[in-house]
């Protein structure tokens, strides 16, 4: 379950002030984590505050597109692209 730093931050961006929708909430955050890993990015053990406002921003993409059905917003598409490219540089070096 996604940590309540997190599930904050989401409520922060999602416009959300009660705590009735935070278990759904951290299950899209586990969701957006798990998505992000499948793309072939390796989350450390403690996420830094880029990489949790990566998954935060993703949760927050799932959760509105449930009304509008829209794609990923290219800002979130260079976003990971960046962390997933990034990473892999890294590790050439």
Do not use: C, H
């Amino acid at each position: 379950m996604a940590d309540t730093q997190m599930i904050t931050m989401l409520k922060v961006d999602l416009g959300i002030s009660t705590t009735v929708y935070d278990e759904r909430l951290g299950q899209y955050l586990d969701s957006a984590k798990a998505e992000i890993t499948r793309e072939g990015y390796t989350f450390p053990e403690t996420l830094t505050v880029d990489e949790m406002q990566a998954v935060v921003t993703y949760a927050a993409w799932q959760w509105r597109r449930r009304d509008t059905m829209e794609g990923m917003p290219r800002m979130l598409r260079w976003m990971l692209n960046n962390m997933i490219l990034g990473q892999k540089a890294r590790t050439l070096t």
